[in-house]
């Protein structure tokens, strides 16, 4: 296990870098709350202020306190919560034919297609030494193929007994593709990483365990719709929730009535983990204050202007 958790961090810290190019993530510019900088006061002058971000709802100051360590712990825990990390392969035991990698793309969602195509178009030699005498099938599928047939084909390499099974003869080179799609993979989470920060923003949370939750509600559950978006944000100004604790369990109770009936146990068991910091996921016990270090402290703030 130690292995694993080691590269779910160094994961982390590689997403960082990528995705902001700076040394400093204080001055990390994410989506569209950008600090634009100032030009220099003349000699004499007093330092000029920064200059303000402006925002759809209001003008802003945001000051990112330490992103790297939220997004470390939020990576960890979905893929302690998902499985093996980079060579995760599960088959079509809900419906979604094949899921693959460290979040889990799918076929049946549309999220694994352009994954694998960046793959076999960038790296041909890597992925055709990864997949063997799979290579030619696989790459015809995802090319060639509609949705459903991809679905259907997914379903016919996964266990009869057990679906979310691959056989063997399929399971192993989709695990070398794992191995030598890293890179891919981690750029690929970036959509993920972006849109759990602006979920942060619009629910007005700032902790560091906010941000684990919204991002394992993206890689689980795609995202927030918009009519839940609205009618949780009418609910939270409508009631008294003082602790964001309280916040994300609205969210959470707004989220579940848009899940099937089947899989509503299983996200209600990973958001409440998260949220209570401990609990059972897939029957086995997660504590992820104590193991994880998630806490309740921000990794950003935001200072209205007046």
Not at 120 to 126: A, H, I, K, T
Not at 184 to 199: G, R
Request: aromatic fraction near 10%; include cysteine.
């Amino acid at each position: 296990m130690s292995n694993f958790w080691d590269t779910a961090f160094k994961f982390a810290n590689w997403l960082i870098k990528d995705l902001t190019g700076q040394k400093d993530m204080k001055q990390q510019q994410i989506q569209d709350n950008l600090d634009t900088p100032v030009a220099p006061p003349p000699e004499g002058a007093k330092p000029a202020k920064p200059v303000k971000p402006v925002t759809q709802e209001t003008e802003t100051k945001v000051k990112i306190y330490n992103m790297q360590a939220a997004i470390d712990k939020a990576f960890a825990i979905t893929g302690a919560f998902e499985g093996k990390g980079f060579t995760q392969v599960t088959g079509n035991f809900d419906g979604q034919g094949l899921s693959f990698g460290f979040l889990q793309w799918c076929l049946g969602q549309g999220s694994l297609q352009p994954l694998l195509k960046k793959a076999f178009n960038e790296m041909p030699e890597y992925v055709k030494a990864a997949l063997g005498e799979k290579h030619d099938e696989l790459k015809s599928v995802i090319f060639g193929s509609t949705l459903e047939a991809q679905v259907r084909w997914a379903d016919n390499i996964s266990l009869p007994s057990n679906k979310s099974r691959v056989a063997s003869d399929w399971r192993i080179p989709l695990e070398r593709l794992g191995e030598v799609t890293r890179q891919i993979q981690i750029d690929a989470a970036q959509h993920q990483i972006n849109l759990a920060y602006s979920y942060c923003r619009k629910y007005h949370l700032r902790s560091e365990r906010a941000f684990a939750f919204m991002f394992d509600i993206c890689v689980q559950n795609g995202s927030i719709q918009n009519n839940v978006l609205e009618s949780t944000l009418i609910r939270l100004n409508n009631e008294a929730h003082h602790t964001e604790k309280s916040k994300m369990l609205v969210i959470l109770q707004e989220r579940l009535s848009k899940v099937k009936p089947q899989w509503r146990n299983d996200v209600q068991d990973r958001k409440e983990c998260i949220i209570h910091g401990s609990g059972f996921v897939h029957s086995t016990r997660f504590d992820l204050d104590r193991d994880f270090g998630l806490s309740d402290e921000p990794f950003y703030d935001e200072v209205e202007f007046i």
